[in-house]
């Protein structure tokens, strides 16, 4: 079974630039979630979802992060205008419906920006 | 909000010794949370090393083991015997005992083991 897959793997951004992540989850799972994980620090969740609904977005910074599933598969989280605080590993994970499903995480993808 | 607490940014032990990572936590939440620890091996993606739900409970695998302790809300990571082979980023996290999909990690744990 292939577990969850992201892309890019890298990304390199000047200020002010956008970007755009892509998390393909674990067939069958209905629930995403998006992590931000700054370096030397613990992985923080930004979004998650129930099929193609928002649950929980408030940890999300509205301004200028958006998270989209539109039929509850696939998944995309954009930065709008970057900035040299959003230099993190954005991490993607999946899990089934259930109280204590376990989160299965995708690799993640490193952003730097300049 | 709920918190975790990892003391060790990094830890070197040498092979065949004993093994311990400090977890310390607070959760906001009626009920107690479920405790988990996360591993992080080189190249590798982050994946469940073992959880517990239920308070005085001990959970193992692979040779770890950590007990849901609510008297001093902690949940160490023990290993008797440590090998190279666990040379990894060990993360504790907690979610929310009625709501379980938020995970609150802690800062992680650098384990170097020196064969």
């Known amino acids: 079974e292939a577990g969850v897959t992201q892309s890019p793997r890298y990304a390199v951004l000047q200020e002010g630039q956008a970007v755009s992540f892509w998390c393909d989850p674990i067939s069958g799972h209905d629930t995403l979630y998006w992590y931000q994980q700054p370096r030397d620090q613990g992985p923080q969740l930004l979004v998650y979802f129930r099929d193609e609904a928002v649950i929980d977005n408030s940890q999300l910074p509205s301004d200028r992060f958006s998270a989209v599933r539109p039929k509850g598969t696939n998944s995309t989280l954009k930065i709008q205008s970057a900035k040299q605080g959003d230099t993190a590993t954005y991490l993607c994970a999946s899990s089934s419906r259930g109280l204590y499903a376990e989160q299965f995480f995708g690799p993640g993808t490193r952003l730097t920006v300049l | 909000g709920d918190s975790v607490t990892q003391t060790e940014g990094q830890v070197t032990v040498s092979e065949s010794k004993s093994l311990i990572i400090n977890c310390t936590y607070s959760?906001?939440?009626?009920?107690?949370?479920?405790l988990f620890w996360y591993v992080r091996y080189p190249g590798e993606g982050l994946q469940l090393l073992l959880k517990v739900i239920t308070a005085g409970q001990k959970g193992s695998s692979r040779g770890f083991e950590a007990t849901y302790n609510k008297e001093a809300t902690s949940f160490h990571l023990q290993k008797a015997s440590v090998q190279e082979s666990d040379s990894a980023v060990y993360y504790c996290?907690?979610?929310?005992?009625?709501?379980?999909?938020?995970?609150?990690f802690g800062t992680g744990t650098s384990l170097l083991v020196d064969p």
């Open positions: 996290a907690l979610s929310d005992g009625n709501m379980g999909y938020k995970l609150t």
């Open positions: 959760a906001t939440s009626i009920g107690y949370p479920n």
